[in-house]
């Protein structure tokens, strides 16, 4: 503690895209001190430590053992984050891992099982709970003002550069349909029940989509609608609605409303996410951090329960197993 103020020295695993945001909150962070950074990849993994100044590694466990890191944050893909994070438990550090949990019922109940026997904390990083936009409509379902859900709708695109990136190890399903599972089910205390249709349509473009509708536990009804389709440089677009008995809450982002024209294009910077200001990570990524960090120093319970992780591992299974799969060319 110094000041009062927590301090923990954070290991950060996978130097990706994701892992090097977060080492960057990190390392712009009152709460943490980035101790570390580990890739499989030599190369990645020593641009991002010198860039951040912490030592790089290509062995996790010779990284724990050296630099005794307080908590470790997984960013490995969607289907790697069993390993990494069942070895930093099993050193007995938290974890905050990123979504999905898993993308196996087992595996993501390997990894809470053994947070709890190694008595460690275990987080997924389910990032839209820290956007203001998701919360607001969170607050608005729970003060009962719109009566109970009734149908909820959601999507979430990105750019077509994100399928060349992960389309080796994911699918929009896992990879970004998860974001909707988790918000249906976070604002109804549901859970995916039954499933109508569910399509995964992979395009030789390289734009691919998932989408499907069906019952949540609570009888309400969902439609969700995901994927990599954008043109390069578009700002991811979201939107989510909440149909109740008496009222409708919807909230959605296909803009900042900070728009920056230079010649030939027109930039639409992201102020939610992880927006970059005067050098450091603020946003939902930065309130997630302090939050894990927190709940961690403080013993206090995580946002995001290993419950509701492992549930939205659970349903996102179920609409994989009804899922029909069709090729566009
Ligand atoms: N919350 C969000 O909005 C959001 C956004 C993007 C990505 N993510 C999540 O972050 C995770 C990483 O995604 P990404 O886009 O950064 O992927 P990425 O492919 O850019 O990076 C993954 C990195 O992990 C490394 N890696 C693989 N296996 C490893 C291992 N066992 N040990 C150490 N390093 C390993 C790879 O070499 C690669 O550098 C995924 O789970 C993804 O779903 C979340």
Redo the contacts with the bound molecule.
């Keep these: 503690m110094e000041g009062g103020t927590p301090t923990m020295r954070v290991l950060v695993?996978?130097?990706?895209?994701?892992?090097g945001l977060h080492a960057k909150a990190v390392k712009h962070s009152d709460t943490a001190t980035l101790c570390g950074v580990?890739?499989?990849?030599i190369a990645?993994v020593g641009v991002v430590a010198a860039d951040l100044g912490a030592p790089g590694f290509t062995d996790?466990s010779r990284a724990l053992a050296e630099l005794k890191p307080d908590v470790a944050i997984i960013?490995?893909?969607?289907s790697?984050?069993r390993?990494?994070a069942s070895m930093a438990i099993e050193a007995g550090i938290s974890v905050l891992v990123?979504?999905p949990l898993a993308t196996t019922v087992d595996d993501a109940m390997s990894m809470v099982e053994l947070a709890e026997r190694r008595r460690v904390g275990l987080m997924t990083?389910h990032?839209t709970r820290f956007y203001p936009r998701y919360l607001a409509v969170a607050d608005a379902v729970e003060s009962g003002d719109l009566g109970a859900p009734v149908m909820l709708t959601t999507s979430t695109w990105g750019p077509r550069g994100l399928g060349e990136?992960?389309s080796a190890t994911t699918n929009p399903l896992w990879?970004l349909a998860i974001h909707d599972i988790d918000t249906i089910q976070w604002l109804t205390g549901g859970v995916i029940a039954e499933v109508d249709g569910a399509q995964l349509i992979e395009s030789a473009s390289g734009a691919a989509a998932f989408a499907a509708t069906g019952v949540l536990s609570t009888g309400a009804g969902f439609h969700l609608a995901a994927g990599w389709t954008l043109p390069e440089g578009a700002a991811p677009r979201w939107d989510l609605k909440v149909h109740g008995e008496s009222g409708v809450a919807q909230a959605a982002w296909s803009s900042d409303g900070v728009a920056v024209y230079t010649p030939g294009r027109v930039d639409n910077p992201d102020c939610l996410?992880w927006p970059e200001a005067r050098g450091s990570i603020q946003g939902a990524l930065r309130a997630e951090l302090d939050h894990f960090i927190n709940s961690t120093v403080n013993d206090r319970p995580y946002a995001i329960t290993t419950d509701e992780a492992v549930d939205a591992v659970r349903s996102a299974a179920l609409l994989e197993k009804c899922s029909s799969i069709r090729r566009v060319s």
């Design positions: 695993v996978g130097a990706g895209l994701m892992g580990v890739d499989l990849d990645r996790l960013a490995t893909p969607d790697a984050h390993v990494p990123e979504k990083a990032l990136r992960v990879h996410a």
